[in-house]
Antibody, heavy 115, light 109 residues
Framework: EVQLVESGGVVVQPGGSLRLSCAASGFTFDDYTMHWVRQAPGKGLEWVSLISWDGGSTYYADSVKGRFTISRDNSKNSLYLQMNSLRTEDTALYYC????????WGQGTLVTVSS | EIVMTQSPATLSVSPGERATLSCRASQSVSSNLAWYQQKPGQAPRLLIYGASTRATGIPARFSGSGSGTEFTLTISSLQSEDFAVYYCQQYNNWPPTWTFGQGTKVEIK
């Protein structure tokens, strides 16, 4: 069974930093592009970033470019999101997701940016 | 940047009735279109990919159609468990970035 388990979400002050992790199991992790998607409270889904199977290509939404960095460790079946210069508008539930068409999503980890 | 627009924002339907949800892309996405269902407190669940292919385990009452810029998700006979928010999503071939519509809430009439 495919499983994705996010962790690392906490309450952080504006301007702070945070690193999210996603532990993957049940599939060949290094075969797949992986994504981060977020959902602000009561709002819709917003794609954040992707990383290719080997980590060689990364892409970001304009809203996080220059502040967030996606990475992966295929030896640990893990995906990461380093979040710097956090803003109140970054408050959201952050999901990691396996690429389409056989996509799978975790249950998310909540990041709250507040003073 | 491709913008995905869903309509209506809210759809009120009685159980057993048909529901038709629309999604429009600001430029052609070919058939690179997926539909998700999301219930409160849950992660999104993939229903349809490739505009019309049902994901594993998805009931036949869910069907998708369209290509280019106009897409439709049809639920042929709404069951109680189908009341939820539905999102369309486009995915490029490369880079495989994603863009979501703003969602359609299907509620009980």
């Amino acid at each position: 069974e495919v499983q994705l388990v996010e962790s690392g979400g906490v309450v952080v002050q504006p301007g702070g930093s945070l690193r999210l992790s996603c532990a993957a199991s049940g599939f060949t992790f290094d075969d797949y592009t992986m994504h981060w998607v977020r959902q602000a409270p009561g709002k819709g889904l917003e794609w954040v970033s992707l990383i290719s199977w080997d980590g060689g290509s990364t892409y970001y939404a304009d809203s996080v470019k220059g502040r967030f960095t996606i990475s992966r460790d295929n030896s640990k079946n893990s995906l990461y999101l380093q979040m710097n210069s956090l803003r109140t508008e970054d408050t959201a539930l952050y999901y990691c997701a396996k690429d389409l068409p056989t996509t799978a999503w975790g249950q998310g980890t909540l990041v709250t940016v507040s003073s | 940047e491709i913008v995905m627009t869903q309509s209506p924002a809210t759809l009120s339907v009685s159980p057993g009735e048909r529901a038709t949800l629309s999604c429009r892309a600001s430029q052609s996405v070919s058939s690179n279109l997926a539909w998700y269902q999301q219930k409160p407190g849950q992660a999104p669940r993939l229903l349809i990919y490739g505009a019309s292919t049902r994901a594993t385990g998805i009931p036949a009452r869910f069907s998708g159609s369209g290509s280019g810029t106009e897409f439709t998700l049809t639920i042929s006979s709404l069951q109680s468990e189908d009341f939820a928010v539905y999102y369309c999503q486009q995915y490029n071939n490369w880079p495989p970035t994603w863009t979501f519509g703003q969602g359609t809430k299907v509620e009980i009439k």
